[in-house]
């Protein structure tokens, strides 16, 4: 039976998945920072740090200001601190670790060749060999940096190679990220040294029993969702997707839904719809409500494309450009940057939404300056 569902649900669904429209806690405990993890499922990672790690931002902008070392904890820790691990889960991601066994099968297809770019397949099979001496080389030595791995540092091969190795042992579960540096440098060891093992050596789950599962944690967490949106959440293939959405449907786990304008959709079970959701947020380029372009574009009427690889004269909006979310909908973007030798985050530009409500401008200043104050800034600097 197909559920029928407005747009305005759909959209209050979604929000109400993704953990907005609650209120924020006063002060942000470790207990907050698990249970939004496990709500989300994932934090993509990403390199780029105008106003702050990716994986940082989405926890702000669903719990307010905390203090992002707990995350670096559950992240990096070398005790049973940790909660997180790193793999590839919507592109390079921080996952919790009760999801390690149900990502193995990922694991395998790299270790087999079947999983990864071209370069990735080819060391699989033709140069293996060189792969296992970097790793024998960390399980002999300990934790190291990429950079140990340097030409200069081996005399074996060049950097660009030895990156490729690391990141087939990365991806074949060979190795994972055991801390970040400073700079935000991987420093890798042996899988089996850094997941607890009560995950490493949990059973693993078959092909289509982990598909099963994580196309129910994207449900979860997206609320209502098309079979793309929730095959793009954890990036699994079109075949195996479409067999796990039959077999949820078919347990009750997922519900179709009708949406006016929207293509085929599946409700999960324990999705609500809340009322008008009081919400006010900045959110990151990668932040999982609107990493998905089109999704974002069909819930919330908002054409979001991020710009950094754009020329500068070519962009429309600007090189950092965050999304403002108020009371369920999204109202304006901003293009801002962390000025931390002056301590100042600036605002380059900022555009409203045609039916921008009076209050957005107000409210955006305050959400900018509690993004401030959690950046540790001391003002924020309009240079619009």
Excluded at 78 to 100: D, K, Q, V
Excluded at 271 to 297: G, M
């Amino acid at each position: 039976m197909t559920e029928r569902i407005t747009p305005g649900e759909a959209r209050r669904i979604a929000l109400g998945a993704q953990g907005f429209g609650r209120k924020r806690p006063e002060t942000v405990r470790r207990h907050h920072l698990t249970k939004n993890t496990g709500r989300l499922g994932v934090y993509q990672i990403d390199s780029v740090n105008v106003v702050s790690r990716a994986h940082y931002l989405p926890a702000f902008s669903r719990l307010g200001a905390y203090d992002r070392s707990m995350l670096d904890q559950m992240a990096w820790a070398r005790n049973s601190r940790r909660r997180l691990f790193e793999y590839w889960g919507h592109a390079a991601s921080l996952i919790p670790l009760e999801y390690f066994p149900l990502m193995r099968w990922r694991m395998a297809r790299a270790d087999r060749g079947e999983e990864g770019y071209r370069a990735l397949r080819r060391i699989a099979t033709e140069e293996r060999h060189e792969a296992m001496a970097i790793l024998e080389r960390i399980r002999n030595e300990g934790p190291l940096p990429a950079s140990a791995f340097e030409s200069g540092n081996t005399g074996w091969w060049e950097w660009s190679q030895s990156k490729h190795y690391l990141e087939w042992l990365f991806y074949a579960g060979h190795v994972t990220t055991a801390t970040r540096l400073e700079n935000f440098e991987r420093v890798y060891d042996l899988t089996e040294r850094v997941i607890p093992a009560e995950y490493y050596d949990a059973p693993v789950p078959s092909e289509a029993e982990a598909h099963r599962a994580l196309i129910e944690i994207s449900a979860r967490a997206l609320g209502i969702a098309t079979p793309g949106e929730l095959r793009d959440y954890f990036r699994l293939g079109p075949a195996e997707s479409k067999a796990a959405i039959a077999e949820l449907v078919e347990a009750g786990t997922l519900i179709p839904g009708s949406v006016k304008n929207w293509p085929e959709a599946y409700l999960h079970r324990d999705a609500t719809c809340p009322a008008r959701p009081r919400t006010r947020a900045l959110l990151a380029p990668f932040d999982p409500l609107v990493w998905e372009r089109d999704r974002a574009e069909r819930i919330f009427g908002f054409r979001y494309r991020i710009e950094i690889y754009v020329p500068e004269d070519k962009r429309q909006y600007g090189y950092y450009v965050l999304p403002f979310l108020l009371n369920g909908h999204l109202v304006a973007r901003v293009d801002v940057k962390a000025d931390r030798a002056g301590s100042r985050l600036l605002v380059r530009s900022r555009h409203f939404e045609p039916k921008a409500p009076a209050e957005t401008v107000e409210e955006l200043d305050a959400e900018l300056a509690d993004l401030a104050e959690w950046l540790g800034l001391d003002e924020v600097v309009m240079e619009c």
